[in-house]
């Protein structure tokens, strides 16, 4: 709901602000300059009006991180009650189009967010309770996140396994709200995430047992622009790829070539 005290342009300023903050865990003024393209003079008012209108308790300004941080019980502004969607806040600004396939409608709890996304910020590891789908437990362990992806239902936290020693996606919505959330150095160089650095080329098309005009409704379906449909994505996501377009499963429309 907007604030009718409130100039559209501020608003959506203020919004900006306090999603960054529900999400991140974290703003300054050059998130808020770069994003609107405003002067520091505009970005310092936006910021003493966010913090005369936010409920308590209010983020704190940390001098040596020369940015605001949000309490963990942030609330967030009286009259904003949509936080929107953590993807577009938390990726990684290098390759957003490889690392978001699109949006996702399954979200964490936002202070799991925050803690997540400051332990990437910081380079910290940090001890979480995880609900394995292997298992069916609850297992108490240590992660250092380093970056986020979406499968275009989810987001996922890439980030090394303390314990099994390896690279491994996480479900940041199976993270458990009681974990304690402790932070360490990660105290280590971690290996190389070459699924995650390295690139694969994805190629599609209408099965080829599918007549001229089953393909064309096919490809209209799945918005081809072209005969075939042509990207990108990291390796680690290249599962995800398949699950979603239901690739290589009975009733499949499309096949890779």
């Not at 577009?88 to 709890?109: G, T």
Request: proline share 7%; aromatic share 10%; hydrophobic share 35%.
């Amino acid at each position: 709901m907007n604030d009718p005290t409130l100039k559209p342009a501020m608003f959506a300023r203020l919004v900006y602000l306090d999603q960054c903050l529900t999400w991140r865990g974290q703003v300054n003024r050059k998130d808020l300059i770069e994003r609107f393209g405003i002067s520091s003079p505009q970005a310092a008012i936006d910021f003493r009006e966010y913090l005369e209108r936010v409920a308590e308790p209010k983020p704190r300004y940390d001098a040596v991180r020369k940015c605001y941080l949000a309490d963990s019980k942030h609330c967030g502004l009286p009259f904003t009650h949509e936080a929107g969607s953590p993807d577009e806040l938390v990726r990684s600004p290098a390759f957003n189009d490889i690392s978001l396939l699109p949006s996702p409608v399954r979200q964490s709890p936002p202070f799991v967010m925050r803690h997540l996304y400051q332990a990437i910020e910081q380079r910290l590891k940090i001890e979480i309770d995880y609900v394995s789908m292997s298992t069916g437990l609850r297992q108490n362990q240590w992660i250092a996140p380093a970056n986020f992806a979406s499968d275009g239902e989810r987001l996922h936290v890439r980030a090394w396994s303390c314990h099994h020693q390896e690279w491994r996606d996480y479900l940041p919505v199976r993270v458990s709200p009681d974990s304690s959330f402790s932070t360490a150095p990660v105290g280590q160089e971690l290996p190389r995430d070459a699924d995650w650095e390295e690139l694969v080329d994805i190629r599609l098309r209408p099965l080829s047992n599918l007549t001229d005009e089953q393909k064309a409704a096919v490809r209209l379906e799945y918005g081809f622009t072209e005969d075939t449909l042509s990207f990108q994505v990291r390796r680690s996501l290249e599962f995800y790829v398949e699950r979603r377009w239901g690739l290589n499963r009975p009733g499949a429309r499309l096949e890779r070539y």
